[in-house]
């Protein structure tokens, strides 16, 4: 029985082992202040307005239709939040690298809560008799022809009267996105942001994070980062092909961004008898439509390992013949995720005896995002003259019968572009 009492010993060492590892968990504390840096890059569609709510020139207004890439704008929003509470009024600010082109300084401005007003309206109460018409019909998935069990039908009228279509409660389950917290007044003694009503400053196309940066202010301590430029704004997106197949299927492609860690496309559009059309690229049948703007490193791991997001080697995707037989005018977006940067200060201590109280915590996070109407390819702008449209030869039918972009909103699209 030697052998069972060596057993006994081992198994006891390991025990104790195990209770010496748990006494000597790390302690840790705060952060004392949260900095969260949303960084976005669009073209197209997305780029049309540009930093700063800027009204769209004409040029830009055609190229973002047809698909150009050169619209390129980019939107940065800071959220800083801190336990502490200032003295006074609170006051920070954000010192950018000069190569951000946004000005020396970004005022970080806390809100001041609006008083409620009492309204003397009240909700309009839906008629007893009114019965909503039309159908959605959702595909999903990349390819030439759409896959079995496809569309998903959601008739109006019906799903009122409580028929719920099948696939529908698959659809509806959604993706499982662990929610994103970004610093909010809410959740902090003390918050600041920008952009805010006093400045709203804008990011230039050729704007970068890449350089040192410093955040100051009363209710916080000074929080200094350098970053690198593979921390930087993602690439513009680029429709390298946007076309409509011979076989009646829609073919995209686009440039490789480096650091995207996933890609989905959609496409909306409308057909005949107030019938509405979605499309994803998800091989996932529960609906890729509701996806926030960011997503965290965790998500994007786990939805590309699904398949709810094309990997980042994916640079083509063909939508399927059914899609656009009933739609065949549609409006498609395609976004790419670029993941998170995450600093802390101090950095945690190697041994784990001693405490990590953390003063600053950082979090950078990025996309890039481009639309157009499906098969309207960019004209060459620059050849363009006073009456130079007639000697281009037929131009293509506004989308939906009506002149211009306002038309694709106006036809089934809720009065809004359908974002990502």
Not at 61 to 80: D, E, F, I, R
Not at 121 to 147: N, Q, V
Not at 237 to 243: G, Q
Request: hydrophobic fraction near 40%.
């Amino acid at each position: 029985m030697q052998w069972v009492n060596r057993a006994a010993l081992a198994a006891g060492v390991v025990v104790a082992a195990g209770g010496a590892q748990a006494q000597t968990k790390q302690q840790v504390t705060g952060p004392v202040a949260t900095y969260w840096m949303s960084a976005q890059t669009s073209s197209g569609f997305g780029g049309m307005m540009g930093g700063g709510g800027k009204a769209p020139s004409a040029a830009s207004m055609m190229g973002a239709m047809m698909g150009g890439g050169s619209n390129v704008s980019k939107t940065l929003v800071l959220q800083l939040g801190s336990s502490r509470k200032p003295a006074g009024e609170p006051a920070a600010e954000h010192l950018p690298p000069s190569v951000l082109q946004a000005g020396q300084s970004l005022p970080l401005l806390t809100p001041r809560a609006q008083p409620r007003q009492a309204s003397d309206e009240t909700p309009s109460a839906m008629p007893k008799d009114y019965k909503p018409k039309g159908r959605m019909l959702i595909f999903w998935g990349c390819g030439e022809h759409a896959k079995s069990g496809q569309p998903i039908v959601i008739d109006f009228a019906k799903m009122v009267s409580g028929q719920m279509p099948p696939g529908l409660e698959a659809l509806s389950k959604g993706l499982a996105i662990t929610p994103m917290q970004p610093p909010s007044p809410a959740r902090y003694a003390t918050y600041g942001e920008w952009p805010n009503e006093r400045t709203r400053t804008s990011v230039p196309a050729g704007g970068s994070l890449t350089g040192d940066h410093l955040i100051r202010g009363n209710y916080s301590p000074d929080i200094k980062f350098a970053l690198a430029q593979n921390q930087d704004f993602l690439g513009a997106l680029n429709l390298t092909t946007n076309a409509v197949n011979p076989t009646g299927s829609g073919q995209l492609a686009w440039n490789p961004l480096a650091n995207a860690r996933g890609y989905l496309a959609t496409a909306i559009g409308a057909g005949e008898n107030d019938t509405m059309v979605m499309w994803s690229s998800s091989e996932v049948q529960a609906s890729a439509f509701a996806l926030p703007e960011f997503l965290s490193d965790a998500d994007l791991q786990r939805l590309v390992a699904s398949k709810a997001l094309m990997a980042p080697t994916t640079t083509r995707c063909t939508i399927p013949q059914e899609v656009l037989k009933i739609a065949p005018q549609a409006m498609v977006q395609l976004a790419a995720y670029g993941g998170e940067t995450n600093i802390s200060y101090p950095p945690r201590p190697a041994d784990p005896k001693t405490p990590w109280n953390i003063d600053w915590s950082l979090k950078v996070r990025y996309k890039s995002q481009t639309g157009a109407m499906l098969g309207m390819e960019m004209p060459d702008m620059e050849s363009e003259g006073p009456g130079s449209s007639d000697s281009r030869g037929p131009q293509p039918a506004p989308p939906f019968g009506v002149p211009g972009l306002g038309g694709a909103i106006l036809k089934g699209l809720g009065g809004r572009l359908p974002g990502l």
